[in-house]
């Protein structure tokens, strides 16, 4: 894949299923009783790992491309794997069906690619762990591979020390297998898809701030979920409209669920020309319409409770600001350090090789906009969200931007090149 400059991008597009929603359309929809039928689900490397571990927890999916068809067990219905459960590159997929595997009577094994061999998860091996599950990581690291054997659990309150959904789902879904309520109060508010659909599917959640918490032993009864586009997606084409002259995308049917739209707050904040039309619900997730147009950007300063609204977004914010005068600074995103690769130096070694000035912090970054970038070799350490990220750095930038690895897209979307393609006039 070869990308160079000098085009306008115009027209609509509809950008894939929400990547969150649709693993846990699959995660729900196993547990609850009866038929979960999902539509727009994101047919990604990370959701398809999802669902072939809950097949291989005897879970019986169909994959129909325009639907997925869960035929849901209840909540004791799962079976012993009868092999190691492949994760992937997701760790979604690992640290929200380690919650569920915490509440079942028999072992599980999980492991995944080399990225995920790295993330760490003792964040959910200490609070499901305190609930009476039992973890080994098998390399003594606290990352994958790793065993978890069910337990008998007890509800906890957990003050969690980080804003992640991922630690904050995963003692939720490990509460509906405990002997009491179960809490998570969290330093900032994170995405609340959980929270929404589990309601949705029966449970008994309530939300008040940041704490978030849940009865066990619901009855879960199966649903029909029509999953939002991703604003995550999404937001590679918001900035493409944005930095780009001339031109004009509209971006239909994207979740702009409040814990998830920072990538419009930032826009809007860096001077960009955004517009959302057509408001709606569907399937309990607000939705919209985005316009963009090119827009004349200045920096911003971007930290404090809007990081974790837009924690995966800070790659593309960061081109972004790449093509804005002035400064952009980014703080409180240490998250970053444990992303599918260290966002912080990744971000900065692919934006400095295009001639970008960057400054890495020890929580975020700091960018100088303004100067021209110039095309490169793009080091994606495995991270599909720096493969995009340059992607579209490279549709602006002199000379030609070519990739290590561009097939990493698949993991969140696989038509993503396409898509830039059929709007390019
Ligand atoms: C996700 C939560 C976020 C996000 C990830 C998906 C989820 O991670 O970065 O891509 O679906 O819950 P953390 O909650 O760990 O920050």
Do not use: W
Not at 411 to 416: C, E, I, K, N, T
């Amino acid at each position: 894949m070869e990308i160079t400059n000098n085009y306008t991008f115009q027209g609509e597009l509809s950008v894939p299923g929400d990547k969150s929603i649709s693993h846990r359309s699959i995660m729900f929809g196993a547990i609850a009783d009866g038929l979960t039928e999902v539509t727009n689900f994101l047919q990604g490397a990370d959701c398809l790992s999802t669902i072939s571990c809950f097949r291989n927890l005897g879970i019986e999916i169909e994959n129909k491309q325009d639907k997925i068809l869960i035929h849901g067990k209840g909540l004791h219905g799962l079976h012993a794997p009868k092999q190691v459960l492949d994760v992937g590159n997701s760790g979604t997929t690992t640290r929200l069906i380690s919650g569920i595997l915490a509440g079942q009577p028999f072992e599980s094994t999980l492991n995944g690619d080399v990225s995920i061999q790295k993330r760490p998860m003792k964040r959910i091996f200490t609070p499901l762990s305190a609930m009476g599950a039992r973890f080994k990581s098998l390399n003594n690291n606290d990352c994958a591979p790793f065993t978890v054997s069910g337990g008998q659990l007890h509800g906890i309150h957990y003050d969690s020390p980080v804003a992640s959904a991922q630690v904050k789902s995963a003692v939720l879904l490990a509460g509906l297998y405990a002997d009491g309520v179960t809490s998570v109060t969290e330093p900032v508010l994170s995405r609340n898809h959980t929270e929404l659909m589990l309601s949705g599917f029966g449970a008994n959640v309530t939300s008040c701030g940041t704490t978030a918490s849940i009865e066990p032993e619901p009855y879960l009864k199966g649903q029909q979920i029509q999953v939002p586009g991703d604003i995550s997606s999404a937001a590679y084409f918001i900035a493409l409209g944005l930095i780009t002259p001339n031109s004009e995308i509209l971006i239909k049917n994207v979740g702009i669920n409040p814990t998830r739209d920072g990538m419009i707050q930032a826009a809007l904040a860096m001077g960009g020309n955004l517009t959302l039309l057509n408001e709606r619900t569907v399937s309990g997730e607000p939705v919209a319409d985005i316009l963009v147009k090119s827009s004349s950007l200045h920096g911003a300063s971007i930290g404090g409770d809007l990081i974790p609204t837009l924690i995966d977004e800070i790659p593309i914010i960061a081109v972004m600001a790449a093509f804005a005068e002035g400064t952009t600074t980014i703080t409180d995103a240490q998250e970053l350090r444990v992303k599918e690769s260290d966002r912080i130096a990744v971000v900065t070694e692919n934006l400095s090789a295009m001639d970008g000035k960057i400054t890495p912090t020890d929580d975020g970054m700091i960018i100088e906009g303004g100067a021209p970038l110039r095309g490169t070799c793009i080091q994606t350490h495995m991270d599909h969200r720096i493969a995009m990220s340059f992607a579209i750095a490279g549709l602006n930038a002199d000379g030609v931007t070519t990739f290590d690895d561009e097939k990493i897209v698949t993991v969140s979307y696989p038509d993503f090149f396409e898509d830039i393609m059929r709007l390019t006039k």
